[in-house]
């Protein structure tokens, strides 16, 4: 038979044991909830428990800063198993294991949270810190078509240099330069059929 517990990794109690007993457990900062945790992160009825087939289930009840599991937000009850990192807002990090136990033994547990002895040189675990929340969907990407902008800068270069070529044809004083080909046909639409000789 498995018992299961909740471990502070981090938040306000670090190393604090909560037993999860019943089938149905309220996670909050409510002092009346099955896993009362009093800290200002979490909301007052935080996050929900829910014995179903031998395993918990855990759902977020609407909470303000989110309940995460194994750093992804919940968005619906997720079926939690033995080393699941559960993070209710940014700083309150709870470990979930499974406890085995003799059947035959008798346990009596308080449903408020156990401290544990404190080990003897043992290093401390870093506390695990979850990823910060930033769910906002990336802007969508919009192609620009190149193509009529070539053509609007393909036109201005064409009539620029058509500007320049009949500016230097022009400005010759002896208007020879009008009768050379392709000169030849606007001189003689512009100045008449005798325009050139």
């Avoid at 449903?111 to 290093?123: L, N, S």
């Avoid at 193509?147 to 500007?163: A, S, T």
């Avoid at 010759?172 to 008449?192: K, N, V």
């Amino acid at each position: 038979m498995a018992q299961f517990q909740f471990v502070m990794r981090s938040g306000p109690t670090p190393g604090v044991t909560f037993p999860l007993e019943g089938d149905q457990l309220i996670i909050g900062r409510d002092s009346s909830n099955g896993v009362a945790i009093n800290d200002v992160e979490i909301s007052r009825k935080h996050s929900r428990l829910s014995f179903q087939g031998g395993k918990y289930v855990l759902e977020d009840l609407g909470s303000t800063n989110g309940t995460f599991v194994n750093g992804q937000r919940l968005a619906g009850p997720v079926v939690l198993k033995p080393g699941d990192v559960v993070s209710l807002g940014e700083q309150i990090v709870l470990m979930y294991d499974a406890i085995d136990q003799d059947p035959g033994a008798t346990v009596v547990v308080s449903r408020k949270a156990v401290r544990p002895e404190p080990p003897h040189a043992q290093p401390s675990a870093p506390a695990y810190s979850p990823p910060p929340v930033s769910y906002s969907a990336p802007a969508p990407t919009k192609k620009r078509n190149m193509v009529p902008i070539f053509i609007g800068v393909g036109v201005l270069l064409f009539i620029c240099l058509c500007v320049t070529v009949f500016l230097v044809v022009d400005a010759d004083p002896t208007g020879a330069r009008w009768c050379m080909f392709p000169f030849s046909i606007i001189a003689q639409m512009l100045r008449g059929a005798g325009a050139c000789p």
